[in-house]
């Protein structure tokens, strides 16, 4: 049986403009919840711990945010009594932000979760996942780091073991980049949907401790990112993104790639990427790699445009079997992988 399963990248932007968290988190992921449950489909969301903490802190020095922290608490409550999956994203660079009293100043400093020293890193993971099991329960195993910065693996691994984090989704077929901020580099992954692995996520180890179910990728051309700065700049209210802030971008490298020769994107459902989606996975049907087809998308980043794509999506493909990570892996009754 082929499985689609739909995750969502729960953050505010970490640009120059954080933008509003009711704009950017909330009433986004209003929307999609809105849509899933009116096709009773379930989605994985992988919520940015970091966030979480960084919240709880703060509020306590500045009560405008309260209001925030009881908000996101509520909305994270509602996601996963509704029956969706909730899982750990990590952007550790949440360390070195803070609060001046009015806005969110970001440090992207040290942006990977290898940049921090083994201590710090153990007490990252321990913190933000137990800022998720505080809410809803220990049914958090699966993990996806933040701006796809996983590697090198190495510094990592124990830590992940450490706390039973054991399936990671965070890799595409095709990704490449190499910044300031971020360095992964996924050209030579195995040409599947899940595989086990031990010491490197992009090589198979039959009998790993982890699994790896990547995410879905698709060969994209020039003219594509083309049309996606036209449709930013001109394409109207819905091709909005509803959220009010500003991302981070990527290196000037990587733009002028996409901007001149054929690259692979990941399957998403953000802004106009939400065009190919159905080209997508008809391609995927046909080169039976695999049954797992991972659809990637921010609350943050979807637009009108996008949920119509999506709600087309859904309808054409009704027949088939959209589910969760911890629908598919993982035993409630014994809180541990099926597989």
Known sequence: MNNIFITLDYEIFFGKSNGTQYNSMVYPTQKILELLDKYGIKASFFIDSGYLVQLYNYQKKYPILKADYQTIISQIKQIDSNGHDIQLHIHPHWEDSYFDGKKWIIDTTRYKL???????IDKIVYSYKKALTDIV??????????????????????????????????????????????YFNFENIPDRTMWSFEEDPCQEQKNGF?????????????????????????????????????????????????????????????????????????????????????????????????????????????????????????????????R
Not at 236 to 262: C, I, P, Q, V
Not at 298 to 313: A, D, N, T, V, W
Request: proline share 2%.
């Open 210 to 338: 982890f699994i790896e179910v990547p995410i879905s990728s698709h060969k994209v051309s020039p003219l594509f990112f083309l049309k996606l700065i036209y449709y930013k700049k001109f394409g109207g209210s819905e091709h909005k993104k509803f959220g009010d802030g500003t991302s981070a971008g990527g290196s000037n490298w990587d733009k002028l790639r996409m901007l001149t020769r054929y690259t692979r994107s990941v399957v998403s459902i953000d802004g106009y990427k939400a065009s190919f989606l159905e080209e997508a996975y008809r391609d995927f049907l046909k080169e039976k790699r695999g049954e797992h087809f991972v659809v990637i998308g921010h609350p943050k980043s979807i637009s009108f445009y996008s949920l119509k794509r999506l709600e087309k999506f859904i309808r054409k493909y009704s027949n088939k079997n959209f589910t969760t990570y911890k629908r598919e892996f993982y035993d409630e009754d014994s809180n541990d992988r099926t």
């Open 114 to 120: 290898s940049d921090f020293s083994n201590q710090e």
């Open 137 to 182: 329960g220990e049914k958090v195993f699966a993990y996806r780091a933040g701006g796809w910065c996983i590697q090198p693996f190495d510094k990592i691994k124990n830590i992940l073991k450490k706390h039973n984090i054991w399936l990671d989704s965070t890799l595409f077929k095709g990704g490449k980049n190499n910044s300031s901020t971020h």
